[in-house]
């Protein structure tokens, strides 16, 4: 059993800064592939990056490319996601999720399916 805390979600202008973090249970840590993903009202749960347990491979969704980073620390079982220039249609609930399995293939990180465990979510509001 994994369990997955985020934090650092709130509310922010268009243009702004804001950095998630994940911090997950479990002595294997080190060995899961972990993801982002995020559902905005109304709309379907969509990836949005991951990151093998090396932090040697990432994957980010087209829609964040260069302005969000994903990062972990495997000595703090935490998992980051650092977000800049953000936009209104950023706005989401964020959800941390891991695969145990540790497998880091670019067709099976992006589908929600291929994890094990997901966080509560946290809250971000991005304001025009």
């Known amino acids: 059993q994994v369990q997955l805390v985020e934090s650092g979600g709130g509310l922010v202008q268009a243009g702004g800064s804001l950095r998630l973090s994940c911090a997950a249970s479990?002595?294997?840590?080190?060995?899961?592939?972990m993801a982002w993903f995020r559902q905005a009202p109304g709309k379907e749960r969509e990836f949005v990056a991951a990151?093998?347990?090396?932090?040697?491979?990432?994957n980010y969704a087209d829609s964040v490319k260069g302005r969000f980073t994903i990062s972990r620390d495997n000595a703090k079982n935490t998992v980051y996601l650092q977000m800049s220039s953000l936009k209104p249609e950023d706005t989401a609930v964020y959800y941390c999720?891991?695969?145990?399995?540790?497998?880091?293939?670019?067709?099976?990180?992006?589908?929600?399916?291929?994890?094990?465990?997901w966080g509560q979510g946290t809250q971000v509001t991005v304001s025009s």
């Open positions: 999720a891991v695969d145990i399995t540790g497998t880091f293939i670019n067709a099976r990180v992006k589908n929600a399916n291929a994890y094990d465990y």
């Open positions: 479990g002595r294997t840590f080190s060995v899961y592939t």
């Open positions: 990151i093998s347990w090396s932090a040697l491979n990432t």
